[in-house]
């Protein structure tokens, strides 16, 4: 599950990338 949370992490970073912007890593991270 954490893989496929982290992988559509990534994904939507890629994509808002492309949008310009930057997606800080959410705190939920951190508590794993």
Known sequence: MG???Q???LT???YWA???C???QPY???VG
């Open 3 to 5: 893989t496929a949370f």
């Open 7 to 9: 992988d559509i992490i």
């Open 12 to 14: 939507l970073q890629n």
């Open 18 to 20: 492309k949008q310009g």
């Open 22 to 24: 930057v997606i800080l």
């Open 28 to 30: 939920d991270m951190e």
